[in-house]
């Protein structure tokens, strides 16, 4: 998956997590903040031979 997606993603589920009307969607919405900060963190340290599409975009041509 595209690392900048995930940066946004977890960003924007911080931000509703911030403006959560109860504890439940709160913490629901930081459940998945958290689990985008994982996915990050894992793609952040793959090895580049890790294969095509991990860190980079497809090619455009």
Do not use: F, K, W
Request: glycine share 8%; charged share 30%; with cysteine.
């Amino acid at each position: 998956m595209d690392l900048n997606y995930m940066i946004h993603r977890e960003g924007e589920e911080r931000l509703r997590a911030d403006h959560a009307v109860c504890g439940q969607a709160r913490d629901a919405h930081l459940v998945m903040a958290e689990s985008y900060r994982d996915r990050i963190a894992q793609g952040r340290t793959l090895p580049a031979e890790a294969g095509p599409g991990v860190h980079s975009r497809p090619s455009v041509r």
